[in-house]
């Protein structure tokens, strides 16, 4: 069945920094081809049906041809393809087909849980239905209006029992219920946001391979490192949601300082790096 949409992570986007060394030009190449690997078959991948023989078949689809679908020449087209190829954006097949990895990685990952059924329920990052979530406690860092309180206790579905309490003092595992905990501690505990940072918390254990409690504690940690900085930012951001929404919490160097403000040793925990484009 075809899909109308794609999840597309503007986070993801801002932060790849073999994506941002391209071209505004490649970019734009880029996102039109997003488009239309979201129609390729198999999904993710720049291919056209030919006819061979009477058989439907799938095949590259020609520099030449993907110039008239995004509408530019063939020779822009080839040098722009160089270019985001050379930055590590795309894949290719061994018989050159081009491909987005993260597009692939995503459809495998919903194959997965298509074909897992009820049993992805036994995966701990899998967000779990209404009326069946059970109690947790998601230790969390000091937040930074200053409060001694080092931990928020969140409860789904009743309170824990007396039996339960040895179980619920350990780490959640469940984005969805650290999501919750960490906007609850960063003063924003509204649902947007809520359902915001599970994305974010998800993405990110993922990709650097920390559990959630090493990612909320990061996340925390860039927040509390940004309030110190205020003074030596221009039109800091006000709210946690909006630094959390803004793509650049990642990387302090990004943040926007002041003339001659800007620390030396920035850039402590940044994931994306140029040739491992994942958007």
């Not at 039996?163 to 595992?173: D, K, L, N, R």
Request: proline fraction near 6%.
């Amino acid at each position: 069945m075809k899909r109308p949409a794609y999840q597309f992570y503007p986070g993801d986007w801002l932060n790849d920094t073999g994506l941002r060394a391209c071209s505004l030009a490649a970019r734009g190449l880029w996102i039109d081809m997003n488009c239309i690997l979201h129609q390729g078959h198999p999904y993710g991948y720049l291919t056209w049906s030919a006819k061979d023989m009477d058989e439907d078949v799938l095949r590259p689809i020609p520099n030449g041809v993907l110039a008239r679908l995004v509408g530019s020449t063939e020779d822009e087209v080839v040098a722009l393809l160089a270019e985001l190829e050379d930055a590590g954006v795309f894949s290719r097949t061994a018989d050159g087909v081009i491909y987005s990895r993260r597009m692939v990685r995503d459809e495998n990952a919903r194959e997965s849980r298509a074909a897992g059924g009820h049993k992805s329920l036994e995966n701990p990052n899998v967000p779990r239905p209404k009326g069946n979530r059970t109690p947790g406690r998601i230790p969390l860092p000091a937040s930074s209006t200053g409060s001694s309180e080092s931990s928020v206790e969140t409860s789904f579905g009743g309170s824990p029992s007396s039996s339960s309490s040895s179980s619920s003092s350990e780490e959640v595992t469940d984005a969805s219920v650290a999501g919750r905990a960490l906007a609850e501690q960063l003063g924003v505990p509204n649902l947007h946001f809520q359902e915001q940072l599970t994305r974010q918390l998800r993405m990110e254990a993922t990709r650097t391979g920390e559990t959630l409690q090493q990612t909320v504690e990061r996340m925390v940690g860039q927040w509390k490192r940004y309030n110190g900085a205020r003074s030596q930012l221009n039109f800091p951001v006000s709210s946690a949601q909006r630094f959390f929404e803004s793509g650049t919490w990642q990387d302090e160097a990004l943040w926007p300082w002041k003339e001659g403000q800007q620390p030396t040793n920035t850039n402590p925990d940044r994931y994306f790096r140029g040739g491992a484009s994942d958007v």
